[in-house]
């Protein structure tokens, strides 16, 4: 007997009558009802959680920002929400009705937005009230359990986006601060500048002044010394005003008749002019005399000679020489003598009468000035007095000028001292003030002074300054094609336990036969490798163009999935040939262990150590992988080794059967009444 015949038989067995044939076909969809469907119903819930009504209750009454702008947060946040659809939202006016519409199912869930929630959120702009925003969630675990988990993503999500708005907001009146700490900084240095130059200009005044009061000091000493001196002669000026005083009155006392004398003098200055005048007259009338008489006596010598000329008595050579003769014993006459004396005592007279007429004129003058005099002598009498009680008030305030000019050396030698000081002290703050505008300088360039492009950048990477680049090397696109590796190897594995059900994985016709024990064993376990493949192609078919999977590799995902129903099948046809009907609960023990260990939905290393060994030894585990790796578009590396496994465990099932066949070839009261049947 032929491998092929028995496999044949067993189908024939199997299709003989309608209701094998509709078994066949019924089991042939169990991976589908139980794959497909499953799949189907949960290839997007994500999707349609807008069909889930959630109580949104919003008593936000906003706030007034630093900057004086006007935060709607909680509407924003409402608004966003509704815009969003994830779920149905539903305003509901007060916490209590949204509690009790969770409560009794009404609503999945209920978002609640506080009164404070945009006070909160403006609050980090003042150190002094600084609180956080909340969101109040109620959820009930009754109406579903995963639903905490989707909630608790989506105000993660609202928790996020809002707290990146309000910090990057917040961020940038930050750095706005820090370009206004900028600016004045840099006010403050060029103030600190301008006050480096002025407290410069105070050093070197402080120097004058310095220099100054040094002079000061000097000059002090030498005004009160030139204070004792006019002191000193204010005294005498003082002594001697009253000696003036006293000659004064004096004087006065003498010229009291000297205006009667000085007309007196007048009168008779005035009588010896006249009489000189009269005297001149007489003595020039005599010098004329004189004059015209020796005039006339040359006149007629001359003459006489003339005459004689004419006569010839004479010549007119002898006519000159005795004219000569004549006027030189005229020249040394008694005669000239005495007409030259009277020509002189006339210019004396002349002078006399001239001098008289002065004094008479002077005379007269001081006959009419002495009054005046007599006056002057008076005032002056009375100026000499106030000018002796004032010289002595003058020497009075003398002395107090020296005692003030005494404390004003005093003085200028203490501000000498004052003034090196300050010249020391102008020339520490110069270089202090100097040294602190070359600091605000320094610190003005070290204080952020970003523009608007860059504090915008700053903001956004301050509020949320950790980035998460997602490189996705394998991408499930749905949660559908996420859960499709384990719901696909699952159900292969129910498949072929269910044809467990209706066929048997040794006929007992093969083993009456003298055929070797291996041919038995692949012939009863080819039905269950038909089968099994059929399931396979199927449910492979309608996960791809139903439900829209679109593996990376939908040739290599069938091939694989027939690689994995063909190991299946060996291991399920193989214990239970090999164990019987408690081989079926051992094969639904296995199905037990591989659902927690295969790591079909969290990763398999989360789970206890004991189970770590399961994943390692049963096969499940890897199929649900090798899946993965097809389906996403994964490194493909790791598919050789995992077929390489399956047909390990292929081989391991047929050598559970062939081992099955050997022990079942001898009949025992057992075989033919078994204890219990499946």
Do not use: C
Request: charged share 15%; aromatic share 4%; proline share 4%.
């Amino acid at each position: 007997m032929t491998i092929l015949r028995l496999a044949r038989s067993e189908l024939k067995r199997m299709t003989g009558g309608l209701l094998p044939k509709l078994t066949i076909l019924a089991l042939t969809m169990v991976p589908l009802l139980y794959g497909a469907v499953y799949l189907y119903a949960n290839w997007d819930p994500y999707g349609n959680l807008d069909h889930l009504d959630a109580a949104l209750v919003i008593e936000d009454t906003g706030a007034t920002a630093s900057d004086g702008t006007r935060l709607e947060a909680g509407a924003k946040v409402a608004d966003s929400l509704v815009d969003g659809n994830v779920f149905h939202w539903i305003p509901v006016s007060t916490p209590e009705e949204a509690d009790m519409g969770v409560s009794s199912g009404d609503y999945a869930f209920a978002l609640k937005i506080p009164q404070d929630f945009s006070a909160n959120l403006a609050s980090p702009g003042s150190f002094d009230s600084a609180s956080q925003a909340m969101l109040n969630v109620t959820t009930n675990d009754a109406n579903n359990y995963l639903l905490s988990t989707i909630v608790d993503k989506l105000t993660t999500a609202v928790h996020d986006t809002v707290a990146t708005e309000v910090g990057e907001e917040t961020a940038n009146q930050l750095l706005t601060g820090f370009g206004t700490i900028h600016a004045k900084m840099v006010e403050a240095g060029d103030g600190a500048a301008r006050l480096a130059d002025g407290v410069a200009s105070v050093r070197d005044g402080a120097a004058t002044l310095h220099e100054g009061a040094a002079a000061l000091s000097s000059g002090a000493g030498e005004l009160y010394a030139g204070q004792v001196k006019l002191r000193d002669g204010a005294n005498q000026l003082t002594d001697g005003a009253g000696q003036l005083s006293s000659g004064l009155s004096t004087l006065k006392d003498k010229t009291a008749s000297l205006p009667a004398d000085s007309q007196a003098l007048a009168a008779g200055a005035a009588q010896v002019a006249a009489g000189n005048a009269q005297l001149n007259a007489t003595v020039q009338e005599l010098a004329a005399q004189l004059d015209a008489a020796d005039q006339g006596l040359r006149a007629r010598v001359a003459g006489s000679n003339a005459r004689l000329v004419a006569t010839g008595v004479l010549t007119q050579e002898q006519s000159d020489a005795i004219l000569a003769d004549f006027d030189a014993a005229a020249g040394s006459s008694p005669v000239t003598e005495a007409r030259t004396k009277v020509q002189t005592d006339t210019a004396k007279i002349e002078q006399l009468a001239a001098g008289a007429a002065s004094v008479s004129s002077g005379a007269a003058q001081l006959a009419t000035g002495i009054p005046a005099l007599k006056d002057a002598v008076s005032q002056a009498s009375s100026g000499a007095d106030q000018l002796h009680t004032g010289a002595a008030a003058l020497a009075t305030g003398e002395q107090a000028a020296l005692d003030g000019s005494g404390r004003l050396a005093d003085g200028s030698q203490r501000l000498e001292g004052g003034a090196a000081q300050l010249a020391a002290g102008a020339g520490t703050a110069a270089e202090g003030s100097r040294t602190l505008a070359d600091e605000i300088g320094n610190g003005a360039g070290q204080v952020p002074n970003p523009n608007d492009a860059q504090r915008s950048n700053l903001s956004r990477v301050m509020a949320d300054p950790v980035a998460v680049s997602n490189v996705s090397q394998a991408k499930a696109g749905s949660y559908g094609a996420g859960l499709a590796p384990f719901f696909l190897t699952l159900a292969l594995w129910i498949g072929i336990f269910m044809l467990i059900q209706a066929m048997r994985p040794i006929t007992q016709r093969a083993l009456a036969s003298n055929a070797p024990a291996w041919k038995i064993a692949l012939g009863g376990w080819l039905p269950f490798l038909a089968v099994s493949v059929v399931q396979a192609s199927l449910l492979t078919l309608v996960v791809d163009l139903a439900l829209g999977l679109n593996p990376a590799h939908p040739v290599l995902m069938w091939l694989f999935m027939l690689a994995a129903a063909m190991a299946f099948s060996a291991i399920i046809q193989g214990i239970v040939a090999l164990l019987g009907s408690p081989g079926k609960l051992v094969v639904l023990i296995l199905l037990v262990l591989q659902l927690v260990s295969s790591g079909g939905t969290f990763p398999w290393q989360t789970t206890p150590q004991p189970l770590h060994v399961v994943h390692e030894i049963l096969p499940m585990g890897y199929v649900v992988t090798g899946m993965r790796h097809l389906i996403y578009g994964a490194d493909l590396s790791m598919i050789g080794p995992t077929v390489l496994g399956l047909l390990g465990y292929t081989v391991l099932g047929a050598a559970l059967s062939t081992l099955a066949v050997r022990r079942n070839k001898y009949w025992t009261l057992k075989t033919l009444k078994p204890e219990i049947a499946v």
